[in-house]
Nanobody, 123 residues
Framework: QVQLVESGGGLVQVGGSLRLSCAASGRTFNNYAMGWFRQAPGKEREFVAAISWSSGRTYYADSVKGRFTISRDNAKNTVYLQMDSLKPDDTAVYYC????????????????WGQGTQVTVSS
């Protein structure tokens, strides 16, 4: 009932920036949260950031605090991830996700997720 489409990934050098977008469509609920997780080859999926759709409260993984910023546009049903000061360890496929609440996303559990967008940071 929910479709998520990520965009904005690409190749950047260390210290560069990217802005990811996630457009949501289908049935949504005001009390649901949205966020981002990532997966690199040979690694477990990792929570990146989450935002409460209604309140705008945000949560971040320790590894990205101070460098990434999550935001949302309620009118456009879109969530963004601004990534600055990128490091090689940020290289991964980034997925947009939704869940009943932000705590679920922080715990790496999701109801829906998109196809992902590749982010590659070269050193």
């Amino acid at each position: 009932q929910v479709q998520l489409v990520e965009s904005g990934g690409g190749l950047v050098q260390v210290g560069g920036s990217l802005r990811l977008s996630c457009a949501a469509s289908g049935r949504t609920f005001n009390n649901y949260a949205m966020g981002w997780f990532r997966q690199a080859p040979g690694k477990e999926r990792e929570f990146v950031a989450a935002i409460s759709w209604s309140s705008g409260r945000t949560y971040y993984a320790d590894s990205v605090k101070g460098r990434f910023t999550i935001s949302r546009d309620n009118a456009k049903n879109t969530v963004y991830l601004q990534m600055d000061s990128l490091k090689p360890d940020d290289t991964a496929v980034y997925y947009c996700a939704t869940a009943p609440d932000v705590y679920t996303i922080v715990d790496n559990r999701y109801d829906y997720w998109g196809q992902g967008t590749q982010v590659t940071v070269s050193s």
